[in-house]
């Protein structure tokens, strides 16, 4: 089954801990991307990469910090420095390069709330 | 900044009616326009825009970019329960070093009752 698996579905976070949430693609995607999703907001870009062991801010890393060591595999932690964690995280991957047919496909998220 | 605005934030309809979401950008190194629904979980790509004019269609689905303009609308005809979703507006840009990014509006969430 071809796609992008995130996990877990839900997390509780305690004051003060870092947590990670997985995200893992087969389709062979160079690039992936993480998004925080607010009540009521669009998706916002936290991190992403092109190329494995790169990766780059987006609007909102302050509090997350990301790894890409495998191709397959973007993990973004979410530190005790990000004071308003609570929202829905999603991952995305996609092709890199200029066709453009490439679109961002997704997974399924992690709801992430603050014990 | 990249923005995309998306009108109206919600709507609710009868079954059977006729809606159009509004999505309007100003973006730098616009590459195309892409809309996705978004039931629960995860976005689900419904079309991607990138020439001015052209109606991409889908059932009964359909949608248009006007890039003088800088917007697109989305139509669905005949909306059934099933509609019922958040509908996002995303658009892709080239920010260098080989890299595209979205850019989404708030989305609007569309209520379809029976």
């Known amino acids: 089954d071809g796609g992008i698996t995130q996990s877990p579905k839900y997390l509780f976070r305690k004051e003060g801990q870092n947590v990670t949430l997985s995200c893992e693609q087969n389709?062979?995607?160079?690039?992936m991307y993480w998004y925080r999703q607010d009540p009521g907001q669009g998706l916002r870009l936290i991190y992403y990469?092109?190329?494995?062991?790169?990766?780059q801010k987006g609007d909102i890393a302050e509090g997350y910090s990301v790894s890409r060591e495998k191709k397959e595999s973007f993990p973004l932690t979410v530190t005790s420095a990000q004071k308003n964690p609570t929202a829905f995280y999603l991952c995305?991957?996609?092709?890199?390069?200029?066709?453009?047919?490439?679109?961002?496909?997704f997974g399924a998220g992690t709801r992430l709330s603050v014990l | 900044e990249d923005k995309v605005v998306q009108s109206p934030l919600s709507l609710v309809v009868h079954e059977g009616d006729t809606v159009t979401l509004n999505c309007s950008y100003e973006?730098?190194?616009?590459?195309?326009l892409l809309w996705y629904k978004q039931e629960k979980k995860a976005p689900t790509f419904l079309f991607m825009l990138?020439?001015?004019?052209i109606e991409k269609k889908s059932g009964r689905l359909s949608s248009i970019l006007d890039k003088k303009e800088l917007s697109s609308i989305l139509n669905i005809t005949a909306t059934q329960t099933g509609d019922s979703a958040i509908y996002l507006c995303?658009?892709?840009?080239?920010?260098?070093?080989?890299?595209?990014?979205?850019?989404f509006g708030k989305g609007t969430k569309l209520s379809v009752i029976p």
């Open positions: 389709l062979n995607h160079d690039a």
């Open positions: 990469s092109q190329i494995v062991n790169d990766f």
């Open positions: 973006v730098t190194n616009f590459r195309s």
């Open positions: 995305a991957s996609r092709t890199s390069g200029a066709p453009i047919r490439n679109i961002q496909y």
């Open positions: 990138t020439s001015s004019g």
């Open positions: 995303a658009v892709e840009a080239y920010s260098g070093a080989g890299s595209y990014q979205l850019t």
